[in-house]
C-alpha cells in the first residue's frame, strides 16, 4: 500500500490535481468571502493549513516506507548483479585460459611444422650441393 501512495503521492498528476485543488479552495473561499461573506475558511486559510499539515504528517511517513522498501529492493538487486558479475568474470577467465592453451599449442605445432619444412630444405640444399659437385 505504501508503494501505490508513494506513486500517487509522488506523480505530476498528483501535483497539477493538488495545485488546482489549492486555487479553487483559495478561489472560492476569497470569491465568497468578498461578495457574501459564506467562506468557510476564510483568508489567511486556516482550515486549509489544518488540512495540508494532517496530509503531509500522513503521507511522509508512507512515503518513507516505500522509500525504504526500495532501497531494500535495491540493494538485493544489485546484490545479484555482483553475483552475475562475479560468475561472468570467472567464465570470461576460463575462455583467456582457453584460448591461452589452444594459442600455445598452435605456436608449437606451428614450430614444429617450421623445424620439418627447415631441415627438408637443408636436406634438398644438401642434396644439390652434393649433386653439383
Known amino acids: 500500500m505504501a508503494d ?38 476564510p483568508y489567511p486559510y486556516i482550515f486549509l493549513n489544518l488540512l495540508l499539515s494532517m496530509l503531509a504528517a500522513v503521507q511522509a511517513p508512507i512515503i518513507m516506507m516505500s522509500q525504504n522498501r526500495q532501497a531494500a529492493k535495491d540493494r538485493l538487486q544489485a ?6 558479475n562475479l560468475k561472468a568474470e570467472l567464465e570470461i577467465m576460463a575462455l583467456h585460459e582457453k584460448l591461452d592453451r589452444l594459442r600455445d599449442e598452435n605456436l608449437s605445432h606451428l614450430l614444429r611444422r617450421q623445424e620439418e619444412q627447415l631441415a627438408l630444405l637443408q636436406a634438398m640444399v644438401a642434396m644439390r650441393d652434393g649433386g653439383e659437385r
Not at 501505490?4 to 476569497?30: R, T
Request: glycine share 16%; hydrophobic share 60%.
Open 4 to 41: 501505490k501512495v508513494a506513486a500517487v503521492g509522488g506523480s505530476w498528476g498528483f501535483v497539477i490535481g493538488f495545485g488546482l485543488f489549492l486555487l479553487a479552495w483559495a478561489g472560492l473561499n476569497s470569491a465568497l468571502l468578498a461578495g457574501w461573506r459564506l467562506a468557510w475558511d
Open 79 to 84: 546484490a545479484h548483479d555482483y553475483e552475475v
